[in-house]
């Protein structure tokens, strides 16, 4: 059984900066791509970025120059580091590992652009 924890999510005021985290854990025989998505009331869950198990990365265009996707594949863990953060980026952000080439996501974390 594959489990993935999430950390990092939190309220914080715009312009600020958050990290999340996302490590792997269990049976793993090899990880593929790693993501971070993002659920805000009301909207459909969008894709923020995404790393390839070479280092490729793409980001949505919202995100873009504020946000930084990275992994250490030695952890298993996947990270997001968050700049500049503003109100619209207030959601809940999941992530997504592809482990022995199934999807498994974690369990959100909440973070909060706020003054």
């Known amino acids: 059984q594959v489990q993935l924890v999430e950390s990092g999510g939190g309220l914080v005021q715009p312009g600020g900066s958050l990290r999340l985290s996302c490590a792997a854990s269990?049976?793993?025989?090899?990880?593929?791509?790693m993501g971070w998505y993002r659920q805000a009331p009301g909207k459909e869950r969008e894709l923020v970025a995404r790393?390839?198990?070479?280092?490729?990365?793409n980001y949505a265009d919202s995100v873009k120059g504020r946000f930084t996707i990275s992994r250490d594949n030695a952890k298993n863990t996947v990270y997001l580091q968050m700049n500049s953060l503003k109100p619209e980026d207030r959601a809940v952000y999941y992530c997504?590992?592809?482990?022995?080439?199934?999807?498994?996501w974690g369990q959100g974390t909440q973070v909060t652009v706020s003054s």
């Open positions: 997504n590992i592809i482990v022995d080439s199934r999807s498994y």
């Open positions: 269990g049976i793993i025989f090899s990880i593929g791509a």
């Open positions: 790393i390839t198990r070479g280092g490729i990365t």
